[in-house]
């Protein structure tokens, strides 16, 4: 009843004089090159965007070397630039569940990846810079997803849009160095190793539900 | 078993080194609370960066927006019963009616303007600023309880509009305008049609 209760209210303050509040009415009420503030939406974005720090958990967990670590987040920021990008500019309408559903499976290939699965069960590496860059793509069609439902002006759209950019890497940082030291922190326990497998496990479980979570949302819609 | 080599005691950073990285997040953490996070999303801008970065003015305006919105709310529980009696009375004085409305709207503030219209039936509008432009949405509200509603037109910064409404259902319907500009606009609004009345919501 509470949660009825709340949704009904999240449906009044969305459609009173159709104006959305938070971050979307915020969007539609601005006109014109806003820089920073976009900067800004995109690091929010990403460091509240549980789906995109999961896959980021998955792909550094193993890695030590700053170099290593590095290259694999450059590559992940190449794919979702560009397709962040090219989908707003070519307003790709991909369903947004269904996008959210790969990168819930993305998750789950990661933890997979992790636990060594593919060479046990195919006797080969799928090459992981290749895979990373790949769902680098399908995240950077969620956040064009996104930013295509907050109805952006399109004065000023690709300034703005590349203020969103640099934004979203901004917060990748943000939330990879907060990783990047609890896991140190942990890396140097013995129990590192001991819980690594568990511990993918369950970093593919949560990558399931988001994938099974997006499903539910896509069929009853 | 795994993917991944095992590091050697070397490769992994000193306990000296995780502490200095513990404090300096924290450090940051602090300082984008207060001079980012703060201004952006609460419209607090104690330290004056927020104004500086232009996100101060994002918080204000989620402010005033979640004001609104919860003032909207608490009108539309109060008027509920005039609403009803309305809508009889519309049912006996349904005629052609003609308005001009003049409002001046302060920067930041936004105000709303509704006809009372039966489903289908047609309103020819204008409006106009005298100087300056205004965000608007061209929309409809059910009578309390319906929960319809509909977006007809919107826009930004705009001068003037002009054309014909035809109401999709039973209700209000009008435009909700919006200041964004610096100084007052004034809106001058001419209907013409067949509508129960003209309303100020907001």
Known sequence: ?221 | MFNAQQPTEKDLPTSAQLLKSTIIAILVTIILLVMVILPAEYGTDPTGVGKLLGLKEMGDIKMSLLEESQNELSQENNTSSIDSDSLDKAMVNNTINNDVVEITIEPGKAIEIKLEIKSGSLVQYEWKTIKGGLNYNLHGDGYKGSQKFISYKKGRMVQSDSGELQAEFDGYHGWFWRNREEFSVTVILQTSGDYIQIKQML
């Open chain 1, 1 to 221: 009843m509470k949660n009825l209760l709340f949704f009904i209210f999240i449906h009044v303050s969305l459609f009173a004089h159709g104006v959305a509040t938070g971050d979307q009415g915020y969007i539609q009420q601005i006109n014109g090159i806003n820089f920073v503030p976009f900067m800004y939406l995109g690091a929010k974005h990403m460091v509240t965007g549980y789906d995109h720090i999961l896959f980021l958990v998955g792909v550094i967990f193993f890695l030590y070397r700053l170099r290593d670590i590095g290259i694999y987040v450059t590559l992940f920021a190449i794919g979702h630039s560009s397709t962040l990008i090219f989908g707003v500019f070519a307003d790709i309408h991909i369903n947004a569940y269904i996008i959210d559903a790969i990168i819930g499976l993305s998750v789950v290939y990661k933890a997979l990846d992790n636990l060594g699965a593919y060479q046990q069960w195919f006797g080969m590496q799928p090459n992981t810079k290749i895979t990373t860059l790949i769902f680098g793509l399908f995240h950077g069609f969620g956040l064009a997803t996104k930013i295509i439902e907050f109805d952006m002006d399109p004065n000023g759209l690709l300034t703005n849009l590349i203020a969103f950019n640099v934004g979203v890497e901004i917060g990748q940082l943000l939330a990879l160095s907060a990783i990047l030291i609890l896991i140190s922190y942990w890396r140097k326990q013995p129990s590192f190793i001991t819980y690594s497998y568990s511990t993918n496990i369950v970093l593919m479980i949560l990558g399931f539900m988001l994938t099974g979570n997006q499903l539910i949302g896509y069929f009853n819609s």
